[in-house]
Every structure is written in structure tokens, then in C-alpha cells.
């Protein structure tokens, strides 16, 4: 058997004690924009469509996005040119990765010409940007090497379980696992991996495929991140009690396949990694409810028709659409980006505790946005 792992005290993220203790992420002397807590704008997540092929339970559940739910028009989205120009104005303020979320971004057309705009970007020193992807993996077999050859860096691919009927029940489509299995063979042979992939954990769902999703994936150079079951929007029913914590996750894996922590990739990440003592790679832990890691959250996110969000739990965003189409400069829209993350003070999942008068009833939340609408 392995040792038990303490998770909270592994992690190089910033929780709620340190900010209740005053401390928090210093102003830097370079001139970086910064919100009312310190923290940079470094990545910007873009959603590019609010539709997608799966209904998920946990995200597009049918009992809500059904046949006859309204989405939005193509007229209403931002075109490629705009969003080019957002990510501009992100730049010029010190945003250095993207990510194109959805919706599902695949079912976007053209979406090998928006890859290519992005890829051509460069930093104010010079530099390319890190141009990443999530999808449900399900057009990616005819589009993986495509996206490749746009300047697509990286990909990360949703995949909740191994098992057959398991799957086509999550996904509610019936779309079945060997196809997301292909998709993840079909990034890696286009040169886009390793591939992350991302498995979503809900107690007596799926949680009894923890150690056979570990061991699919172990020696195949892919990474599998566990994420917590979180409580995103407002119609997935979410209740505390069908979290399963990322300490538990890595101590059932540890059992089995022990493992040893490693630091963050980068400033800011927001999984926890854990290295195979053995050399069979790696996985990574996402802690939203039990670990938040709000105090090193550099992220903006673009919905599909230009409103601008600076938490994925927020109720309410700023309209960059109207500036585009109003005629503004870059410099007013850069005014825009950096006048809402100068005022920015989200961090929900450390003050969840409080806002969740109980289970499944956060208490003064409002309605907030849900995850098919801003991506993850």
C-alpha cells in the first residue's frame, strides 16, 4: 500500500488561510496590470461557440439545453477579426496563453483560420504565445492534423470514463468512448501531444474508475487531470456531497501506482502535478472546492459574443461586442480589458464556505453564468 498524501499541503497555491492572514502576491516593479488582489492578467480563455454535440449531466444537461433552447445567432458571436483583436488588446496587457473553449470550439467553422490569426501574434518582446485548445474530442480525428499545421500548441480533450454504457450515459448522446479514444490518438500522431486530458469526478457516478483511468494512461507520455465536481452555473444540481477531493483521488492512485509531487509547470497553473515514482509519467489534480486556488488566477474569459468575465462563477460580464462593432480604437478597447481587471476582486471558490447557506444554495450568488457558455 502507499503512503498517504497530504494534498493541501503540497500545493503552491495560494488558500483562503493566507489571504485571511494578509498575505497576498506582491505588486510587482514591472509595470504589470493587476487587480485589487495583485494578481496579473497572464491567460485569456475564449469561447468561440455556445453550442455543443454532448449534454453532458454535469454541463448542457438536457432537461435544460433541449431541442428547444435558443442559442446564439452567428451574427451574434464575435467574427475571427474580433476576437484577433481582443486577444491584441490582451497581449498589449500581458496575457500570454490562449485557450479557444466553447461550447465545443470544433463545431466552430473555420476554426483552423482563427488558429492561425492567433498563432501569428506575437508578444511586445517578440515572442509567440501558447495556443491551446479544449474539446469533447468528438471532430478531432478530421481536424487534428489541420489545427496543427494552423500553430495549434496544445490540446486538451474531456473524457469522464472508460466504460461504454458509462460514457454514452454522461455525454447523453450516446457518443461512444473509442471515438474520444481516437481523437486522443489522432492529436498525438499530429504532433499535439502529449494530450491532456481531462476527467470530471462526481461521487457514485464515476469515482470507482479512478485506478483504471490512472492505469489506462500510465506510460502512454499523456497527462489525466482529475477535477473536482464543481458547482458552475445553475442548472447542473451540484451538492457538495458529490465532490470527490483531489486528496482522495491521489491517495487511491498513490495505493496503487505510488507518487510523488512535483511543482508547478508555471505561475498560476491551476492543477496540482504528481510525477509515478516509477517513471510512468505523470497526472495532475484540479482542487477548485477543497483547494481553491483563487489567490493565483490570472485568467480572463471571452464568451462566444464578447462579453468579458473575470471569474468562471460570475453573474455578470463586460460588453466588448458593442466597442468592436461601435467603432472603438484599440486603445479604448484596451481601456476597456484593463479598467475591469483593475477592478477585479473575484474569488469565489475561497469564500464558497461562506456564499453556500447549504448544499446546492449559494446564498447571495445570483444566477451565475453556466460552463457551456464560458468554457472551463
Same mark, same amino acid.
Given at each position: 500500500?502507499?503512503?498517504?498524501?497530504?494534498?493541501?499541503?503540497?500545493?503552491?497555491?495560494?488558500?483562503?488561510?493566507?489571504?485571511?492572514?494578509?498575505?497576498?502576491?506582491?505588486?510587482?516593479?514591472?509595470?504589470?496590470?493587476?487587480?485589487?488582489?495583485?494578481?496579473?492578467?497572464?491567460?485569456?480563455?475564449?469561447?468561440?461557440?455556445?453550442?455543443?454535440?454532448?449534454?453532458?449531466?454535469?454541463?448542457?444537461?438536457?432537461?435544460?439545453?433541449?431541442?428547444?433552447?435558443?442559442?446564439?445567432?452567428?451574427?451574434?458571436?464575435?467574427?475571427?477579426?474580433?476576437?484577433?483583436?481582443?486577444?491584441?488588446?490582451?497581449?498589449?496587457?500581458?496575457?500570454?496563453?490562449?485557450?479557444?473553449?466553447?461550447?465545443?470550439?470544433?463545431?466552430?467553422?473555420?476554426?483552423?483560420?482563427?488558429?492561425?490569426?492567433?498563432?501569428?501574434?506575437?508578444?511586445?518582446?517578440?515572442?509567440?504565445?501558447?495556443?491551446?485548445?479544449?474539446?469533447?474530442?468528438?471532430?478531432?480525428?478530421?481536424?487534428?492534423?489541420?489545427?496543427?499545421?494552423?500553430?495549434?500548441?496544445?490540446?486538451?480533450?474531456?473524457?469522464?470514463?472508460?466504460?461504454?454504457?458509462?460514457?454514452?450515459?454522461?455525454?447523453?448522446?450516446?457518443?461512444?468512448?473509442?471515438?474520444?479514444?481516437?481523437?486522443?490518438?489522432?492529436?498525438?500522431?499530429?504532433?499535439?501531444?502529449?494530450?491532456?486530458?481531462?476527467?470530471?469526478?462526481?461521487?457514485?457516478?464515476?469515482?470507482?474508475?479512478?485506478?483504471?483511468?490512472?492505469?489506462?494512461?500510465?506510460?502512454?507520455?499523456?497527462?489525466?487531470?482529475?477535477?473536482?465536481?464543481?458547482?458552475?452555473?445553475?442548472?447542473?444540481?451540484?451538492?457538495?456531497?458529490?465532490?470527490?477531493?483531489? %486528496?482522495?483521488?491521489?491517495? @487511491? &492512485? +498513490? #495505493?496503487?501506482?505510488? =507518487?510523488?509531487?512535483?511543482?508547478? *509547470?508555471?505561475? $498560476?497553473?491551476?492543477?496540482?502535478?504528481?510525477?509515478?515514482?516509477?517513471?510512468?509519467?505523470?497526472?495532475?489534480?484540479?482542487?477548485?472546492?477543497?483547494?481553491?486556488?483563487?489567490? %493565483?488566477?490570472?485568467?480572463? @474569459? &471571452? +464568451? #462566444?459574443?464578447?462579453? =468579458?468575465?473575470?471569474?468562471?462563477? *460570475?453573474?455578470? $460580464?463586460?460588453?466588448?461586442?458593442?466597442?468592436?462593432?461601435?467603432?472603438?480604437?484599440?486603445?479604448?478597447?484596451?481601456?476597456?480589458?484593463?479598467?475591469?481587471?483593475?477592478?477585479?476582486?473575484?474569488?469565489?471558490?475561497?469564500?464558497? #464556505?461562506?456564499?453556500?447557506?447549504?448544499?446546492?444554495?449559494? *446564498?447571495?450568488? $445570483?444566477?451565475?453564468?453556466?460552463?457551456?457558455?464560458?468554457?472551463?
Amino acid at each position: 500500500m502507499g503512503q498517504a498524501i497530504n494534498l493541501t499541503a503540497q500545493s503552491a497555491n495560494e488558500g483562503p488561510t493566507a489571504r485571511k492572514s494578509g498575505a497576498m502576491p506582491a505588486a510587482g516593479a514591472d509595470g504589470a496590470l493587476r487587480d485589487q488582489l495583485h494578481r496579473p492578467l497572464r491567460d485569456m480563455r475564449i469561447s468561440v461557440t455556445d453550442r455543443c454535440n454532448f449534454r453532458c449531466v454535469y454541463c448542457m444537461p438536457k432537461e435544460v439545453f433541449g431541442r428547444d433552447f435558443q442559442f446564439r445567432e452567428r451574427s451574434e458571436l464575435l467574427t475571427f477579426e474580433e476576437i484577433e483583436r481582443v486577444a491584441r488588446a490582451g497581449i498589449s496587457l500581458g496575457v500570454r496563453k490562449l485557450r479557444l473553449t466553447g461550447g465545443e470550439p470544433l463545431l466552430r467553422r473555420g476554426i483552423e483560420e482563427l488558429v492561425a490569426r492567433l498563432a501569428a501574434l506575437r508578444t511586445p518582446e517578440g515572442e509567440s504565445l501558447d495556443i491551446a485548445l479544449t474539446t469533447n474530442g468528438s471532430a478531432l480525428p478530421v481536424k487534428a492534423e489541420a489545427l496543427a499545421k494552423a500553430g495549434l500548441g496544445r490540446i486538451t480533450i474531456s473524457l469522464d470514463s472508460l466504460q461504454e454504457e458509462r460514457f454514452q450515459a454522461i455525454n447523453d448522446v450516446r457518443f461512444p468512448v473509442s471515438r474520444v479514444l481516437e481523437a486522443i490518438d489522432a492529436a498525438a500522431a499530429a504532433g499535439l501531444g502529449p494530450v491532456k486530458i481531462n476527467t470530471v469526478l462526481k461521487r457514485g457516478v464515476n469515482d470507482d474508475e479512478i485506478l483504471d483511468l490512472a492505469g489506462h494512461f500510465r506510460g502512454t507520455g499523456h497527462t489525466l487531470r482529475f477535477i473536482e465536481y464543481m458547482d458552475v452555473g445553475s442548472s447542473n444540481g451540484w451538492v457538495l456531497d458529490e465532490v470527490v477531493p483531489s %486528496a482522495e483521488v491521489v491517495e @487511491r &492512485i +498513490s #495505493a496503487v501506482y505510488p =507518487l510523488e509531487p512535483l511543482p508547478p *509547470a508555471h505561475p $498560476g497553473e491551476v492543477a496540482q502535478r504528481w510525477r509515478y515514482v516509477d517513471g510512468a509519467g505523470e497526472i495532475g489534480a484540479i482542487s477548485s472546492v477543497t483547494n481553491p486556488f483563487c489567490g %493565483a488566477c490570472t485568467r480572463a @474569459r &471571452i +464568451s #462566444a459574443e464578447g462579453r =468579458l468575465f473575470t471569474c468562471l462563477f *460570475a453573474t455578470e $460580464g463586460t460588453d466588448l461586442r458593442e466597442l468592436l462593432r461601435g467603432g472603438a480604437s484599440d486603445a479604448e478597447l484596451q481601456g476597456a480589458l484593463a479598467g475591469t481587471w483593475r477592478a477585479r476582486k473575484d474569488r469565489y471558490s475561497e469564500k464558497r #464556505a461562506e456564499l453556500t447557506a447549504h448544499p446546492g444554495d449559494p *446564498a447571495g450568488a $445570483g444566477r451565475r453564468i453556466e460552463m457551456s457558455y464560458i468554457g472551463g
